[in-house]
């Protein structure tokens, strides 16, 4: 009788980060893999994985920053396994899933750099910006410190504004012939 009062928790408990952070996590682990279907499998095996440590979920971050932290884990692991090496993985800003607002041109062109980015900066800058998580929760969420969550954007921001000053001269190089 208990393992069933315990088993109907455990799968309303799933249920429930399932519909509250769902799209986020497959949008974060769509741009780490750079692929869409990576990213669903992805966040169907960080939500399996959350649903096996519910019990030893102790509630000493909020749930979104302990979901992040498994799911970049299960990127990582994704990225390092020998199939995944052997997959087209450039993403477009098409094949992520639906946006809340539309998806503006310089949207595209600031995913499109991001891509660019190596993984910890880029996982720095999506938990950071995209998740709004603090530099507290992106450190907690990424099993490093603040300072070297601080480090990883301050060299990723720096990265960016090359890559996107880079796109905007080639722009305007091309608009004036």
């Keep these: 009788m208990a393992a069933d009062r315990n088993q109907g928790w455990r799968e309303a408990a799933l249920t429930g980060l399932v519909e509250r952070h769902r799209t986020a996590l497959v949008r974060m682990c769509c741009l780490c893999l750079g692929d869409a279907s990576l990213a669903e499998d992805a966040a169907q095996e960080t939500f399996l994985k959350a649903y096996r440590a519910l019990d030893s979920f102790r509630g000493e971050c909020d749930e979104k920053t302990w979901l992040m932290r498994i799911a970049i884990n299960t990127c990582r692991d994704m990225r390092r396994s020998r199939w995944t090496r052997h997959v087209d ?8 899933p639906e946006a809340s607002a539309p998806f503006e041109e310089r949207d595209e062109e600031l995913t499109l750099a991001l891509m660019r980015l190596p993984p910890k900066q880029r996982e720095a800058v999506l938990l950071r910006y995209y998740q709004r998580m603090s530099l507290a929760q992106t450190a907690q969420a990424m099993g490093v410190t603040v300072s070297t969550v601080s480090k990883q954007l301050g060299r990723a921001l ?9 796109c905007l001269l080639s722009t305007s190089d091309a608009a004036d012939d």
């Excluded at 993985?89 to 992520?96: I, N, Q």
């Design 89 to 96: 993985r450039r993403v477009t800003p098409e094949m992520l």
């Design 158 to 166: 720096r990265s960016l504004r090359g890559i996107l000053e880079g």
